[in-house]
């Protein structure tokens, strides 16, 4: 019974939890390489491998061109290598490039213009920027958008909303100027401004009303850890009349996508902006641990639809990630191909080297620190 009981468990962890990780992860990862690929051959280069995941090779293929696709036992990320690179971070190898005979030796990454291996290296966080704003689009276009009226309901006693004025039957028109369609909208202008003064702008039986409202700094327990947002403290209305949902064609559903991405992007640079000011806790700095708790969490609940929006913020995350200037990812190549542009020479192999050794160090104590505050957070919840 033990061991039944055991066989249980774990097929239940991998249908829950890791097929749902490893489907946003492998979609993710799969699309940033792939941009990378594309115009890596469309400038001529050769591509020796297209690995999802690390280590030793599960299953593979080589197509016509002689590249050799494959999945990989650890599938923590991927890689793409072309002729003239290193190793999977695309170091340059000298040594194999002045081997090669001239013909072979153009179709190398380091023989292509600055230009253009700038634009083979930005090509992959180009790519998940991409994919992000197809699938927020295609979630837009397919379902629209379940709209609530930003109608204040009720006010909480005590709360900031009541010192500033605000009353039940309020509805929220604009935030500092901006124009609020929705209660989420209000609730994502708000929460993401905690103690900032706000104009709070309100139809109240016909009349605009301005009412000056700074959000009180509260404390969310999530799935990634304690989020600091602003609150006001008012309820929504529960009537179904103020339900509506809202319909796009193409053009307002890719405004909608590029809307929902940098809305991402501008929260991630937010984040990182008060962590380093100390006005946010590293706690929120995740692994795939949680990564992968929060796949299952979101495939439970929200089905295919959570799980590809998921996938979408995921891959904001990791374009933005990428172009850290950290030697050995992608915004490194890029800070090096800068200096190439401005000197008028490349960084002296000796220099190459020592700095992709410092992005290894760096890279390898991220990845064991958000590990251990996914194991910390993880015990936090048993």
Not at 302 to 323: P, R
Request: proline share 4%; hydrophobic share 45%; aromatic share 10%.
């Amino acid at each position: 019974m033990e061991f039944a009981a055991s066989l249980w468990n774990a097929g239940y962890f991998a249908l829950s939890y890791l097929l749902p990780f490893l489907f946003v992860l492998t979609l993710v990862v799969f699309v940033h390489e792939l941009g990378h690929f594309l115009v890596g051959r469309w400038c001529g280069v050769d591509v020796q491998t297209f690995s999802i995941g690390f280590g030793r090779e599960l299953f593979g293929f080589n197509d016509r061109h002689g590249t050799r696709w494959r999945f990989a036992l650890i599938p923590l990320g991927g890689y793409v290598k072309f002729s003239g690179d290193a190793d999977a971070a695309s170091s340059p190898d000298d040594t194999a490039v002045r081997r090669m005979s001239p013909e072979e030796r153009s179709r190398s990454l380091p023989a292509q213009s600055i230009g253009e291996r700038a634009a083979i290296v930005a090509a992959g966080p180009i790519a998940n920027f991409l994919l992000a704003i197809l699938i927020f689009a295609g979630t837009a276009f397919f379902f629209g958008k379940q709209m609530l009226i930003p109608r204040v309901d009720s006010v909480v006693a005590g709360s900031v909303a009541e010192s500033a004025g605000l009353k039940a039957g309020d509805i929220v028109v604009a935030i500092d100027g901006r124009k609020v369609d929705s209660f989420t909208e209000m609730q994502r202008l708000i929460s993401t401004r905690p103690e900032e003064r706000l104009t709070v702008t309100v139809d109240r039986s016909g009349s605009m009303v301005d009412l000056p409202v700074t959000p009180a700094l509260s404390e969310l327990k999530t799935p990634l850890g304690i989020q600091r947002i602003g609150v006001i403290g008012v309820r929504a209305s529960p009537k179904a009349e103020d339900w509506t949902t809202q319909r796009f064609g193409v053009v307002d559903s890719l405004r909608s996508g590029v809307s929902e991405t940098w809305f991402v992007v501008t929260r991630t640079y937010d984040y990182i902006a008060k962590l380093l000011n100390g006005r946010e806790s590293t706690d929120q700095l995740s692994g795939p641990i949680r990564i992968a708790q929060v796949s299952g969490l979101v495939a439970s609940s929200g089905g295919f639809l959570g799980l590809i929006n998921l996938a979408a913020i995921l891959s904001v995350s990791i374009g933005l990630m990428n172009l850290l200037p950290v030697p050995m990812l992608d915004g490194g190549h890029l800070m090096f191909y800068l200096y190439e542009a401005l000197r008028g020479r490349p960084l002296s192999p000796r220099a190459q080297e020592i700095g992709f050794r410092v992005g290894l160090a760096l890279v390898l104590m991220l990845m064991l620190f958000v590990t251990w505050n996914d194991i910390v957070h993880v015990r936090g919840m048993l």
